[in-house]
């Protein structure tokens, strides 16, 4: 048994201090000195805060080459140094799509032999062997895929893009499962706006979103990278009456960050008034989690692709975490059980990984995060003027179900598992258990 002692843990609007018993899995929280005769290690984190393992949705790692082992090693350092303690691989270019449990089995050996942090997997609809892609569909979300991809128009020479009507006709056959996809993509129209790519971009996805909507049934749905106002309005809207989730890409968020914080809030700013809107959503729950979007950037045929497929740089699996900490809790006040949820419970839920990760409490694999909010630390990302970036808050210890893990400082062996979703995806609105 391990112990961590005198840690600041989120309560309400405080915290308390709390020590927490734990091996592979937390054993004991208690505001009172826990006391036990196997305790082979002791932390005393006084000062520092502890919040679960932070939990990334969507990164880019896996290409289904033989690159794919030096990439899990060299992607799991950075999110274990970072505070990233479990990933899904969500992968547009895969030579090796995941349309069969064999295709699982692979990438779960690579996993679980080259990974430093537990990753799950999300699948992929296998259109072409229509009618019979519902029945691997099913077996592939029976062998605990978090959920499907679908991508309109497909980036992936091996996976057969998918109409609207298409799209309809598997929501509604499904309708009534708990199957839950994730949708990333664009309307091809004519709507290219002259030297910018990534607003011809924009207005295309918006397109796309709403003819997805209209589409919707009572499928969970999560819509990945959205970072324009008016795509979070429409799907703020939609909050109320669909399971639907979205992601804000981290990247996007910084970029709007710095230009907020060289102008500040001034009433009817198109920047400000965005900034404020983010933050109420954030509030009440509605801004659902943040993504890096990290992983192996390719690029492809048109600019507008690119914007949509090819993800965004491998260091913001090492800064996002202290990132969040040092800029929205700390600098602009958002709460931190915002954060945590943005972080971690929120996307652990959405992949029904939900308590095992993205909690503090009994039962919960030990993904614990050590926050130390008075020691800062220089990231190698770059601010408004191409100067690397001071963070407040640091990432002081990662443990991965309970084992200490710092793979950039000395020769650790790695310690990831392949992990399977244990509980349903359903959009929850359950009371946390790390308050």
């Not at 996976?159 to 091809?188: H, K, P, R």
């Not at 690119?306 to 800064?319: I, K, P, R, V």
Request: proline share 3%; hydrophobic share 35%; with cysteine.
């Amino acid at each position: 048994m391990k112990l961590i002692k005198n840690v600041s843990l989120a309560s309400g609007s405080s915290f308390k201090t709390v020590n927490v018993l734990f091996d592979e899995n937390i054993e004991q929280v208690s505001n009172n000195p826990i006391e036990a005769e196997n305790i082979t290690e002791e932390y005393d984190f006084k000062g520092c805060i502890i919040i679960p393992g932070a939990v990334d949705m969507h990164t880019h790692i896996l290409s289904g080459n033989d690159n794919d082992a030096k990439a899990l090693s060299r992607f799991s350092k950075l999110a274990i140094a970072g505070g990233y303690t479990t990933l899904a691989d969500l992968s547009y270019i895969n030579e090796t799509p995941i349309f069969r449990i064999n295709n699982i089995k692979h990438f779960e050996s690579l996993i679980n032999k080259n990974s430093f942090c537990d990753m799950a997997l999300w699948g992929n609809c296998d259109f072409a062997e229509y009618p019979y892609h519902l029945d691997y569909m099913n077996e592939v979300w029976g062998a605990g895929v978090v959920g499907f991809i679908i991508m309109h128009p497909s980036p992936n020479p091996s996976v057969e893009n998918m109409s609207y009507d298409d799209i309809m006709d598997l929501f509604d056959t499904i309708y009534d499962t708990d199957i839950s996809f994730a949708y990333q993509g664009f309307e091809e129209t004519n709507d290219i706006i002259a030297n910018d790519s990534k607003l011809s971009f924009v207005q295309q996805r918006l397109a796309s979103i709403r003819k997805i909507l209209r589409r919707l049934q009572d499928n969970p749905l999560h819509y990945i990278g959205i970072f324009d106002r008016e795509s979070i309005e429409i799907l703020n809207t939609a909050f109320r009456r669909s399971d639907l989730t979205y992601a804000f890409p981290v990247q996007e968020l910084m970029v709007l960050m710095q230009q907020f914080k060289a102008t500040g809030y001034v009433k009817d700013d198109s920047i400000g008034e965005y900034v404020k809107l983010l933050f109420d959503s954030m509030k009440n729950g509605k801004f659902y989690t943040l993504s890096t979007e990290a992983g192996n950037q390719v690029s492809l045929k048109t600019s507008v692709y690119n914007h949509a497929y090819s993800g965004y740089a491998d260091n913001l699996l090492q800064w996002t975490v202290p990132w969040v900490f040092s800029e929205l809790w700390k600098t602009h006040r958002v709460s931190i059980q915002s954060c945590i949820r943005m972080l971690s419970e929120n996307p652990a839920k959405r992949m029904g990984l939900f308590p095992q990760k993205g909690s503090i409490g009994k039962g919960a694999n030990a993904d614990i995060v050590i926050i130390d909010p008075s020691t800062s630390v220089l990231s190698d990302l770059l601010d408004a003027d191409g100067n690397q970036m001071e963070l407040s808050c640091s990432v002081k210890a990662t443990f991965v179900r309970g084992s200490l893990v710092n793979p950039l400082k000395s020769k650790h062996t790695p310690h990831g598992r392949f992990v399977t979703r244990t509980s349903t995806t359903r959009r929850k609105s359950s009371s946390t258990c790390w308050s």
